[in-house]
């Protein structure tokens, strides 16, 4: 099992400029959760999806949009870049909530994006 | 009330020695506890986890101590290593919910 995985690793993009962040997960998981990070901000949940063609806003949603019409794949799309959006990316699944072992969020290795 | 304060926000310890990070939540409705440990150029992956009904999970050299009343859980490692050394993050979650809320982070370093 590759586990999750994210496409780009690294990214620089001019303001106003899209994009789309990729992130794939081989683990059969229902959900699915866009996160970024910035320092001393800890990890703040963006979108996030518990089954295909499900998906709900997090925290901050603002600038951002997704898709899952799969269970694999959960997109996360940059419409007009601005330089707040400079951050740390990570995609991470998971079975189930709230079901013990389920719990547990697999991350993937993250996408640095950066808007100039 | 959805946030979880966490404390400190860099620590540095000898090798050896007994590293503690604190964490509290105003939330009562959570009932999980998760620790996550990032490693530099990584994604965060789960260290130990603790549900309210215990006051204490140990897994090896990691303790998360959890103190319902004050509304506090702590994560000890004992015996610290350099290896040790990474970003750790409280989280709580509320029961049946798919959604962490995540502290804002402790940069661990163990000086050998």
């Keep these: 099992n590759a586990g999750v995985t994210q496409t780009p690793k690294f990214r620089i993009l001019k303001i106003g400029q899209s994009m789309t962040l990729q992130c794939t997960q081989d683990m059969n998981h229902?959900?699915?959760?866009?996160?970024?990070?910035?320092?001393?901000m800890g990890l703040k949940l963006i979108y996030y999806s518990v089954g295909a063609g499900i998906t709900d806003k997090g925290e901050v949603p603002n600038g951002y949009n997704v898709s899952r019409?799969?269970?694999e794949d959960f997109p996360l799309r940059l419409e007009l870049a601005a330089p707040s959006q400079t951050s740390v990316y990570f995609c991470a699944s998971s079975y189930s909530a709230g079901m013990g072992q389920g719990d547990e969020q697999f991350f993937g290795p993250g996408t640095r994006l950066t808007v100039l | 009330?959805?946030?979880?304060k966490q404390s400190p926000q860099s620590l540095i310890v000898q090798k050896g020695g007994i590293s503690i990070i604190n964490c509290a939540y105003e939330n009562t409705a959570f009932d999980y506890?998760?620790?996550y440990q990032q490693f530099p150029g990584k994604g965060p992956a789960l260290l130990i986890a603790i549900r309210p009904d215990v006051s204490e999970k140990k897994e090896g050299r990691f303790?998360?101590?959890f103190n319902k009343s004050a509304k506090q859980?702590?994560?000890?490692?004992?015996?610290?290593?350099?290896?040790?050394?990474?970003t750790y993050f409280c989280a709580a979650s509320r029961r049946n919910t798919d959604k962490l809320i995540f502290g804002t982070g402790t940069r661990l370093q163990v000086f050998p």
């Design chain 2, 33 to 35: 506890f998760p620790w």
């Design chain 2, 73 to 86: 859980f702590s994560l000890h490692i004992m015996d610290s290593q350099p290896g040790d050394s990474a």
């Design chain 2, 1 to 4: 009330q959805q946030q979880v």
């Design chain 1, 30 to 40: 229902n959900y699915m959760y866009w996160y970024r990070q910035d320092p001393g």
């Design chain 1, 69 to 71: 019409s799969t269970t």
């Design chain 2, 63 to 65: 303790t998360i101590s």
